[in-house]
């Protein structure tokens, strides 16, 4: 059996493993997941809240933006608080203060440290302690509490309407006044956002939960709550739990166990079986010939440009909101374009400019690698890129008018604002895009088939697993439509990450590291059946922690305990092939510099080594900062989250959108003289100006919030209170610089494809004398 044979078979094994743990995962964490009562009652037997008040509270909550304003158990913006941890600790607190003025002092924090001790004993009994009753689908409190939950739920009306004594905050949280319509959705707001904050302070019941070490043990009092015990919070003495500490020194362990591993592997494998091959003369890429469906694709690359540039114009407008609350500069920007809104609108397009890259990139490839350009070819290409733009700008339309509170609730999951990080899109537009995303998959296999269905090639492995890349795009993106409008939420958070971490960290992953190989095999400067082991075994290698350590998401989101040990153990070897990610650029840099004419190709070439960079920082360094369970106990939802966020998203996907872009379009407009100096200004300062956005802003704001949510919890360190100190208003103007430099970057890129299509000039013969800086 051939060595490609061989990896073809480890790829399909490990794949139907990984895929059938995930999916029983998956089992496991709807079983556990935190149960939805029917109603919510006193002692007394008054109702508080109903079902039907919860469902209309998510409703609601959704509507609004959801995950984009604040957070719900560590998932989403950063300027608002974590609802759940935020009512969880004014609930305790309001506890406290309850029982202190019943023994006659003003309030919870006037008392001496014995009284206070007894008092946080009595609020860990009655917070932890779990009063659900399967039989009736009842949650019993007592009446202290409800009375401790309605000045709580008071507050929170206050703060989503127009009360001037909660303006201050509003402000603070860049929430527009009225972000909630009327007093009956912010009622049921405050049931949805109760039931959340139950769900993280009280503790399982016995059976409940896969693998829960306190049910073997016996030790009832170290039972975890729904979301293992997060968010920190002392008054109940939430605290990580022991599970928490083991597989987070496991992780460690299994990472460089991976480095140990991979390293012995490139010791013994490195130069072996690796043949000299005569390199080309010149360019292979300048004899394609361009088909009409190859130079449709252009537009795609434009309308990368065009979401990029809005994508940075809102982020601006976003980090702005954390100085001014809800104003721009003196202008009421929040009663137009409200923080929820701009955040939803910059992290979406964050994935839809990188996908359009990726899609522009499929189709023009295909046509290059086959010479076949099926019929109709270019009509699909051009229905496609209107399609993409109906997309755009009908789910923009519609998540303004829900967050804006014009819409209604009956058709806000259908064509308004979802709520969901990175899948904030209505289902409507999910299933178009869907659709879109199967036009896609048709398109590129149409143009490849006449070689997947020819002769055995050397080349033939890597366009098959680019093929079968681009049906796992196609396909994956439907884990988006898995869920319904009123699916639990830990399902709901199971399925989309499939969609966030699958689809657009998994296959596109593999989809580029294909592509990539085909263009350096197609150049000539690498031999195919090298390419084919290559391309396979990294995606072994990627795959085999890319699929489970997709449970390191979903640590306290009401999974159980083995959830949490797959999620550590797996996302750790996700940073193995990391830690060589210093021989990648090497060989990449080797491949710019192998032949004379590669000269054309330098800055796509240093935009895929600057990939390689930022994989090893922001994938690598940043993302195991926060991947452990420990780690991520604290730091989900601080600054440290979009520190890896934007390290990573942009500085892996990003730059290798902006690559493989301006490979295409070295193709597409082959004979002309490329002026490189706004490119090389494009290349430096997009770099330079997300390592001062990291390193000025991210990294310090985050820092310091772990260290506060360490010494005094969780809601604290989201606090109005901490996040209005000067020192916090000083870092956050600190991005400035780093904004402005990568904003300069993001136009020169813009003006290099402008001048392309403006001034045009054909270059002189030889090609490799043509570029100059």
């Not at 929820?340 to 295909?366: D, E, F, K, M, N």
């Not at 699909?380 to 109906?390: A, E």
């Not at 190989?517 to 075994?537: C, D, E, K, W």
């Amino acid at each position: 059996m051939s060595n490609t044979r061989k990896l073809w078979l480890v790829l399909a094994t490990l794949l139907v493993v990984s895929f059938s743990v995930l999916l029983w995962a998956g089992g496991e964490i709807f079983r556990a997941a935190p149960p939805m009562p029917e109603k919510v009652v006193t002692t007394g037997g008054d109702v508080l809240y109903s079902r039907s008040d919860i469902e209309t509270g998510r409703q609601v909550w959704q509507s609004i933006g959801g995950m984009q304003l604040g957070s719900i158990w560590g998932h989403g913006g950063y300027v608002a608080p974590d609802w759940s941890a935020d009512w969880l600790h004014r609930e305790a607190m309001a506890m406290l203060d309850g029982w202190a003025r019943r023994e006659g002092a003003a309030t919870y924090d006037s008392l001496g440290a014995e009284q206070q001790a007894s008092l946080r004993g009595r609020l860990r009994s009655a917070m932890r302690t779990n009063t659900y009753d399967r039989q009736t689908g009842t949650i019993t409190v007592s009446v202290e509490r409800a009375e401790a939950m309605s000045n709580v739920a008071a507050h929170y009306v206050s703060l989503f309407g127009n009360d001037p004594a909660t303006a201050s905050l509003r402000e603070a949280y860049a929430m527009r006044n009225d972000t909630v319509d009327t007093l009956e959705h912010r009622r049921a707001l405050t049931g949805f956002f109760w039931w959340t904050a139950w769900a993280a302070g009280t503790e399982r019941l016995p059976d409940e939960g896969l693998s829960l070490a306190v049910e073997r043990t016996g030790t009832a009092s170290r039972r975890v709550t729904y979301t293992n015990n997060w968010p920190a919070e002392p008054l109940i003495e939430n605290t990580p739990p022991p599970a928490l500490w083991v597989w987070s020194a496991f992780s460690v362990l299994f990472l460089l166990a991976g480095i140990a591993a991979l390293g012995w592997h490139h010791a013994v494998s490195h130069g072996r079986g690796e043949k000299p091959h005569a390199l080309p003369t010149s360019d292979p890429f300048a004899d394609v010939r361009i088909t009409p469906s190859m130079r449709a694709s252009a537009k795609y690359f434009w309308l990368v440009l065009a979401l990029f540039l809005v994508q940075i114009l809102l982020g601006a407008v976003t980090a702005h909101y954390q100085v001014e609350g809800q104003d721009a500069y003196g202008f009421a920007l929040s009663q137009y374009l409200p923080y929820s809104l701009s955040r939803t609108w910059h992290t979406q397009l964050a994935v839809l400019w990188i996908a359009v890259a990726w899609l522009g990139t499929g189709l023009y490839i295909a046509p290059a690698l086959s010479g076949h350009e099926p019929r109709f070819q270019r009509i699909g290409v051009n229905f496609l890129f209107i399609s993409l733009l109906i997309i755009v700008v009908g789910s923009f339309t519609g998540q303004w008018f829900a967050v804006m509170q014009k819409l209604g609730l009956e058709h806000n999951f259908w064509f308004g604002h979802q709520g969901w990080e990175y899948a904030d899109m209505g289902r409507f537009w999910q299933w178009y895009l869907f659709i879109g995303l199967g036009l896609w998959l048709s398109l590129v296999g149409r143009a490849l088939w006449p070689v997947l269905r020819g002769p055995q090639t050397d080349t033939q492995s890597i366009i098959g697993l680019m093929f079968l890349s681009t049906v796992a795009i196609g396909l994956f993106f439907g884990a988006a439509l898995m869920w319904g409008e009123h699916t639990h939420i830990s399902e709901v958070e199971y399925w989309r990450w499939w969609l966030v971490h699958l689809w657009v960290e998994g296959f596109f992953e593999v989809f580029a590291t294909a592509v990539m190989a085909l263009i350096f095999t197609r150049l000539g400067l690498v031999p195919a059946s090298t390419a084919t082991v290559a391309v396979l075994f990294a995606t072994i290698i990627f795959m085999a922690g890319g699929v489970l350590g997709t449970l390191h998401h979903l640590y306290f989101v009401g999974t159980p305990i083995a959830v949490v040990a797959l999620g550590a153990s797996f996302s750790a070897l996700e940073v193995v092939p990391l830690a060589y990610i210093g021989f990648e650029a090497y060989h990449t840099w080797k491949l710019g510099q192998s032949t004379p004419w590669m000269e054309r190709y330098r800055w796509p070439i240093l935009f895929f080594i600057a990939v390689s960079f930022w994989n090893l920082i922001g994938a690598g360094l940043f993302g195991f900062l926060i991947n452990p369970p420990l780690s991520l106990y604290y730091m989900q939802g601080l600054n440290l989250t979009p520190l890896h966020g934007h390290t990573a998203l942009f500085g892996v996907y990003g730059m290798l959108g902006i690559a493989l872009a301006l490979f295409c379009l070295r193709g597409l407009r082959g004979q002309m003289h490329w002026n490189t100096r706004a490119l090389k200004l494009a290349f430096w300062a997009l770099n330079i100006g997300l390592a001062l956005m990291a390193l000025l802003t991210l990294l310090p704001i985050g820092t310091m919030q772990l260290l506060a949510a360490i010494e005094h919890g969780y809601a604290y360190s989201r606090s109005a209170e901490f996040m209005q100190r000067p020192i916090i208003d000083l870092l956050v103007w600190m991005r400035v610089p780093g904004d402005t430099v990568f904003s300069i970057g993001a136009v020169a890129l813009a003006w290099f494809v402008l001048r392309l299509w403006v001034a045009p000039r054909r270059e002189t013969l030889p090609p490799a004398d043509s570029e100059h800086e």
